[in-house]
């Protein structure tokens, strides 16, 4: 049995995504989609149903109007973004509480790095809602971590303050011999997310592997940026701190990546009120 196999099977219970995902997911694969019956597969769940609506109306989306009911999130927003809605509601539902886990802070992350992922996503021509979704899950392996090996995650927590991803994967190899990505990538197609972002979570930390997506420079990105602006770093700090072969691979100009980490930290509290 390998590494990573034991590794779940260790886990008493694995986190599991709500029905309602996967139905939702299945419901937009299909060629002619049945507006009014993805409707009612969201309406299911009353919890992500009311998680939809909440971040539908958030000040990202810009909404002309109150969106009060899954009807009008489909017609306002379009099936893409209902599904990531629908997705990222079920993702930060799946784990309700972790001893000895800031998971409010946890899932704060997440969501700011999903969000600044999009943004990111859309400058450099994209997959915005693939990229979002990536974000969002980036770190899921860390929490996987928290589960099964409390003391070493707190351990590699302290060990790893102020350094990137990369690092990070280092440390955790040599304390259990498995690292946040390979296990993000693995619960991933446990899940049955496509490919695309089971390779992003894989390699969004080592993101000039010959391996990895266009996607992962972009979540690599989000998340030294989202850690940045979460400590209040000032933006030019943030920036200077970035690989700068990632930067350059993005093919903006510092100017402008200054000038969007500013307007970055409205989702700083965009995430704060959903979470």
């Known amino acids: 049995m390998s590494p990573i ?36 597969t969201v309406e299911h769940d009353a ?26 999130a489909i017609a306002i927003l379009g099936l893409s973004k209902l599904r990531t809605l629908v997705v990222a509601s079920g993702i930060t539902a799946s784990v309700a509480s972790m001893p000895g886990l800031n998971l409010q802070g946890f899932w704060k992350h997440s969501l700011v790095t999903a969000s600044i992922s999009r943004e990111v996503a859309k400058v450099c021509g994209r997959n915005a809602e693939v990229a979002y979704l990536a974000g969002l899950l980036h770190n899921i392996g860390g929490l996987l971590i928290q589960m099964v090996f409390p003391q070493i995650s707190a351990e590699v927590k302290l060990a790893c303050v102020g350094s990137g991803a990369e690092e990070r994967q280092r440390i955790e190899h040599e304390a259990i011999g498995l690292d946040h990505c390979q296990i993000g990538e693995e619960l991933a197609n446990r899940w049955n997310f496509p490919h695309e972002i089971s390779r992003i979570l894989r390699y969004y930390a080592t993101p000039f592997d010959k391996s990895a997506g266009e996607l992962s420079p972009v979540v690599y990105l989000a998340a030294h940026i989202a850690s940045g602006l979460e400590r209040g770093d000032e933006p030019e700090a943030i920036w200077q701190s970035l690989n ?16 969007r980490i500013t307007s970055y930290q409205a989702l700083v509290q965009e995430a704060e009120a959903f979470v």
């Open 5 to 40: 196999d034991d590794f779940f099977n260790s886990i008493a219970t694995l986190p599991s995504l709500p029905k309602v995902v996967q139905e939702v997911m299945d419901v937009l694969d299909q060629e002619d989609v049945a507006l009014n019956t993805l409707a009612r």
């Open 47 to 72: 919890v992500i149903a009311a998680k939809v609506l909440k971040m539908a109306n958030s000040s990202y989306y810009g909404a002309t109007r109150a969106i009060k009911t899954i009807d009008d």
């Open 244 to 259: 700068a072969t990632v930067a350059q691979a993005l093919n903006v100009s510092p100017a402008e990546w200054k000038e």
